[in-house]
T-cell receptor
């Protein structure tokens, strides 16, 4: 069965520091991968997605993610974190099943940013 | 509007009461989804609509939960005889072309339900 693991429940970084949020997936075929961000009291906003092609994907707000098939990973990175990046981040894998792209989400990583 | 909207944003109810949660998808999106996000949990899929029909209801946790969609647009999630374990944030999402592998779901701000 498909699954997504986000090993870090909570991460704290200093403003200006680099960030990497880990995501590992379990899926038998070519995965379709997504990162969403949820700010406090808000819905989920799509940061970036990977379907095929270049394994380094650029997203909004200066985020990028790299798909590594050999490691079954899709880690999210940002070179310099801003205080406004404090939020919860969700990785998801999608597959077309039953006529639609079914998303399986990880449990999320909550990011805190210290000034 | 430009995005998915949900109402109410917050709902407090007493145990045993019925509640209705509303979702307005992005105009032109034929697919609509409901998810539940319980405290400290990830997102749990509830139901998927294509047009007005629901091909996948597999995530509805009990027969107290039901949903409908009318006119291929607005959807209502109804919870009957609410229980305290129903307390959660209920998120709605919509997408343009559900059968495509490149289809992307766009989420609303959610309804926070508290059952006392």
């Amino acid at each position: 069965a498909q699954s997504v693991t986000q090993p870090d429940i909570h991460i704290t970084v200093s403003e200006g520091a680099s960030l990497e949020l880990r995501c590992n997936y379990s899926y038998g075929a070519t995965p379709y991968l997504f990162w969403y961000v949820q700010s406090p009291g808000q819905g989920l906003q799509l940061l970036l997605k990977y379907f095929s092609g270049d394994t380094l994907v650029q997203g909004i707000k200066g985020f990028e993610a790299e798909f590594k098939r050999s490691q079954s990973s899709f880690n999210l990175r940002k070179p310099s974190v801003h205080w406004s990046d404090a939020a919860e981040y969700f990785c998801a894998v999608g597959r077309v099943s039953g006529g639609y792209n079914k998303l399986i989400f990880g449990a999320g990583t909550r990011l805190a940013v210290h000034p | 509007g430009a995005g998915v909207s949900q109402s109410p944003s917050n709902k407090v109810t007493e145990k045993g009461k019925d509640v209705e949660l509303r979702c307005d998808p992005i105009s032109g999106h034929t697919a609509l989804y409901w998810y539940r996000q319980s405290l400290g949990q990830g997102l749990e899929f509830l139901i998927y609509f294509q047009g007005n029909s629901a091909p996948d209801k597999s995530g509805l946790p009990s027969d107290r939960f039901s949903a409908e969609r009318t006119g291929g647009s607005v959807s209502t999630l109804t919870i009957q005889r609410t229980q305290q374990e129903d307390s959660a944030v209920y998120l709605c999402a919509s997408s343009f072309q559900a059968g495509s592998v490149t289809d992307t779901q766009y989420f609303g701000p959610g309804t926070r339900l508290t059952v006392l």
